[in-house]
């Protein structure tokens, strides 16, 4: 190997580096992904799912123990395809010699001997193992450290780590991109647009600086003026700047621990949950925290559209007057949802 002078160890103190924890599961690679087709399971070398619409909409494992190969999307014979979640059943299966990944350690790699065994070596201070070309390079990067190892080829796929930008996925591996500035890469299309789908916010304003929250911030006066739905002794409250953002609450006097809802919904104060957007009439940006590319405007009466990526707004045609932003269509009759009243 070129790079470091990679030097197997076989002790048996090495094997405790062997197992690995899935820091995914399929519900979060469908969600980053626009398109539709296989994804690998990464707890599981042998499962497979299928997305379509940012959704896990079916799953399986492959026959006769094959391990699933997620950049072909196809089942191979183990002793000869890499399972992405395990050195070490790799290694176990494997009849002729070659390298591998340790997943949760990029300064390791390990070594199938071709009789079941496995040994380790590591790229030395600074360095990291790259899978894709059998080497030691200089870190600090992670190459296997991505989504993409359970993707198919030749995809753009959203960066779980860093919303709104992107991972071009090719053989098994996240090459990281971001949109040019004031722009922001959306999961639900695979395009970059003004509106950043993180937080509901356009690229080119600064209203509001400085006062967006993070999962978990405690804000002080947060809670003042809620009360409880009983029989429940605590509430939320609406985080009056987002569609779907909101705030834990113990008691009136006491802080808010904010927190978001779901992908795809939007919090309403009034019942407390967090709801389909046709079902609440929300007066903040209704594009925030849902992947679609047009959302009805609020108090239009679903006669008017936002278009989610430049935040301009739009209207069907006389045909067709309303805006229909569950099934995305414009239609003669007004929808009975919330938001048309």
């Known amino acids: 190997m070129k790079g470091f002078n990679m030097k197997v160890c076989a002790l048996a103190a090495c094997l405790l580096l062997a197992g690995q924890v899935a820091s995914y599961s399929m519900e979060d690679l469908c969600a980053q992904w626009s398109g539709s087709g296989y994804v690998g399971d990464p707890a599981d070398c042998h499962?497979?799912?299928y997305c379509q619409g940012q959704k896990l909409v079916s799953w399986n494992k492959c026959k006769d123990g094959l391990v699933f190969n997620a950049q072909t999307?196809?089942?191979?014979?183990?002793?000869?395809t890499i399972c992405t979640t395990s050195a070490v059943a790799t290694c176990?299966?494997?009849?002729?010699?070659?390298?591998?990944?340790?997943?949760n350690d990029c300064n390791q790699y390990g070594y199938c001997f071709g009789n079941g065994?496995?040994?380790y070596g590591n790229c030395g201070a600074g360095g990291v193992y790259a899978a894709n070309n059998n080497t030691c390079v200089w870190g600090p990067t992670c190459p296997q450290d991505t989504i993409c190892r359970f993707?198919?080829?030749?995809?753009?796929?959203?960066?779980?780590?860093?919303?709104?930008s992107y991972l071009q996925c090719n053989n098994g591996y996240g090459t990281p991109g971001q949109c040019a500035p004031g722009k922001y890469y959306n999961p639900g299309n695979g395009m970059c647009q003004a509106t950043n789908p993180c937080t509901g916010n356009s690229g080119n304003s600064d209203s509001n600086p400085g006062t967006t929250y993070t999962v978990g911030q405690s804000v002080a006066g947060a809670c003042t003026g809620g009360t409880a739905i009983a029989p429940a002794t605590t509430f939320f409250m609406a985080d009056k700047q987002t569609c779907y953002g909101y705030f834990?609450?113990?008691?009136?006097?006491?802080?808010g621990i904010w927190n978001a809802c779901l992908t795809g919904t939007h919090f309403d104060p009034t019942t407390q949950k967090c709801l389909s957007p046709a079902s609440f009439a929300c007066t903040y940006n209704r594009c925030g925290n849902v992947n679609a590319p047009f959302m009805a405007v609020s108090g239009q009466s679903c006669k008017q559209y936002e278009i989610c990526s430049n935040s301009?707004?739009?209207?069907?045609?006389?045909?067709?007057?309303?805006?229909?932003?569950?099934?995305?269509?414009?239609?003669?009759?007004?929808?009975?949802?919330?938001?048309?009243a």
């Open 151 to 164: 993707m198919k080829n030749d995809i753009f796929v959203g960066d779980p780590n860093n919303c709104g």
């Open 248 to 255: 834990y609450c113990t008691t009136a006097a006491g802080n």
């Open 92 to 103: 176990t299966a494997a009849k002729s010699p070659m390298y591998v990944a340790v997943l």
């Open 312 to 340: 301009a707004t739009a209207y069907c045609p006389s045909s067709n007057p309303y805006y229909d932003e569950v099934h995305n269509i414009c239609t003669a009759d007004r929808p009975a949802y919330k938001i048309c």
């Open 73 to 80: 999307s196809s089942c191979g014979f183990d002793n000869s």
């Open 47 to 49: 499962g497979w799912g």
């Open 117 to 119: 065994s496995i040994g």
